[in-house]
């Protein structure tokens, strides 16, 4: 079945398997990813290892009232988020983000109003600053507005500074025509970041007092179906700033490493897929005055280095 309006099950389209393009300065050992410097003739910060920001990530939470399917554990992803939340909260967070699908689709206005609500009072109860970006599965029944009014969140494209690391969170939940995504009325395989947000990117990217995180739910490295249909566009943007330590996606589900001119595109493990609370990704990651950072992750999150 050929899923349609934002509200097929993903589960139905064969992924591409997984392929870290490595550079000869990346290398693998002991699980981690460790890679020597990313942009080429950027130096920020002084000499040493001080942390200035860590912030939590989160992706593709799938919070809904109904019957596991496809290996995604809808009921358990509560339990999923509580977990990660403690094992999170003992890194001392400056802030938190989840990367998108927030919840899963459905078509009952009410109800998906009810699983946004929830899940956004779990994370005001943590207590931590958080910041959501908007996923495909956020949208089947409600428009951004509305997301934005249930959530307390931008609701947007955003950026936050954290120890003069600007972290810039994007919305590619447009559709090619520019048009943004609203109650279903989208295919999630077509996703855009338009024009107006890519002039703001360069803005911010130029405007940035240090080294710049891009967040984003829909992939920015070339994975059919699963990546914003500009994406090439987006990435010289980012390459020409000289400016970003790291891309940081959802989505996609599956840990997954890509190193594109020099800059690592990370996808994270998502917290629905698997039936216990152990089966699922969390990460925290920490940006050192020197430029370099560490993704710690959790569980089945694979764990990073990023050493300029």
Known sequence: MKPVNGMGPEERIER???????????????????????????????????SVAKVGILADLHHADKMEAGGRYYRMALP???????????????????????????????????????????????GTPYHFL????????????????????????????????????????????ARPYARGNFDWRDAAIPFPQRAWLRHELRDAPGPCVVLVHQLLDPVPNYCVSNHEEVRNILARSGKVLAVIQGHYHQNRY?????????????????????????????????GSAVLKGFSLQHSYALNR
């Not at 393009?21 to 920020?44: N, T």
């Not at 495909?136 to 934005?148: E, F, I, Q, T």
């Open 258 to 290: 890509t190193e594109i001119d020099g800059i690592p595109y990370i996808v994270l493990r998502s917290l629905i897929e698997g039936p216990n609370v152990t089966d699922r990704g969390s990460s925290v990651l920490q940006v050192f005055d020197d």
């Open 80 to 126: 999923k988020l509580r977990e990660a939340f403690r094992l999170q909260a003992r890194e001392g967070l400056d802030r938190i983000v989840h990367l998108g699908d927030l919840v899963d689709s459905v078509k009952d206005v009410d109800q998906e109003e009810i699983a946004i609500q929830t899940v956004a009072n779990e994370f005001r109860a943590f």
């Open 16 to 50: 591409p398997a997984p392929r870290a393009v490595l550079s000869r300065r990346a290398f693998l050992q002991a699980g981690s990813l460790f890679l020597a410097g990313a942009a080429s003739g950027a130096a920020w910060g002084r000499l040493g290892r001080r």
């Open 134 to 177: 908007m996923g495909n599965h956020c949208l089947s029944a409600v428009d951004k507005c509305r997301y934005r009014d249930l959530t307390s969140t931008a609701g947007r494209h955003e950026h936050f500074d954290v120890g003069g690391v600007r972290f810039l969170c994007l919305d590619a939940c447009f559709r090619s025509d």
